[in-house]
């Protein structure tokens, strides 16, 4: 079974710019989470998606938003680029998103802003 | 603050070397996750331990939770270099819908 895969795995993006980020879950699992990894702040849950519905959110600025297919794929936009939104965004996947399941991290997409 | 807080942050060990990583939560813990990480790579799950006095193992690695004391200890046994990176601990507290709060990590180097 493939596991969570992130891509691109690097990007370089200046400041005031947006980007995109892309996350397939693992076969089956239809719950998706995204996380922010600095290395002042540590992991932060950014936001989790089932059926395309956003069920959590975490504390980040509107800047950042995201979305699920139906295929359960998803994918996670930062608009207006800062300096502080250079990090390691990981992407999460489990079976359906519930307190306490097993939850599978992909790779992540190493941003930087300059 | 934290709401789960990590000791130690850094270890260095001799190969060989026992060693545990403590992980406290300042709120009540209903179970808790297991997670090694490379740097600048995705994390790798270890365990997931959800009752009180549970305790797995896996390789030379085990782990427990402590629900009365709100902490979990990860103890690795014969330390090798294969076991060097970052370790986090998580739990999550929201009671329904996944949303994982993460410890800042332990970052652990083993000599050879």
């Known amino acids: 079974k493939a596991g969570v895969t992130q891509t691109p795995r690097y990007l370089i993006k200046t400041r005031g710019q947006q980007v995109t980020l892309s996350c397939s879950p693992i076969?089956?699992?239809?719950?998706v989470s995204w996380y922010q990894q600095t290395p002042g702040q540590g992991l932060q849950f950014l936001f989790e998606?089932?059926?395309?519905?956003?069920?959590n959110k975490g504390n980040f600025p509107g800047r950042f938003s995201g979305r699920q297919f139906s295929n359960s794929r998803s994918e996670m936009n930062v608009s207006t680029l800062e300096l502080g939104d250079s990090a390691l965004y990981l992407c999460?996947?489990?079976?359906?998103?519930?307190?306490?399941?097993?939850?599978?991290f992909g790779s992540g997409t190493q941003l930087s802003v300059l | 603050s934290q709401e789960l807080e990590q000791s130690p942050q850094s270890l260095i060990v001799q190969e060989g070397k026992n060693l545990t990583i403590n992980c406290t939560s300042s709120?009540?813990?209903?179970?808790l996750y297991w997670y090694k990480q490379k740097y600048g790579e995705g994390l790798i799950f270890l365990m997931m331990?959800?009752?009180?006095?549970e305790e797995k193992s896996h390789e030379k690695i085990t782990a427990k939770l402590d629900e009365k004391k709100q902490q979990s200890s990860l103890h690795i046994t014969a330390s090798q270099p294969s076991h060097a990176g970052i370790y986090l601990c998580?739990?999550?507290?929201?009671?329904?819908?996944?949303?994982?709060?993460f410890g800042i990590g332990t970052k652990l180097q083993v000599i050879p």
């Open positions: 709120k009540t813990l209903y179970g």
């Open positions: 999460a996947s489990s079976l359906a998103g519930l307190f306490n399941e097993k939850l599978f």
């Open positions: 998606y089932f059926s395309e519905t956003q069920r």
């Open positions: 076969s089956g699992h239809r719950s």
């Open positions: 998580g739990a999550d507290f929201s009671g329904g819908y996944q949303k994982v709060t």
């Open positions: 331990l959800q009752k009180g006095g």
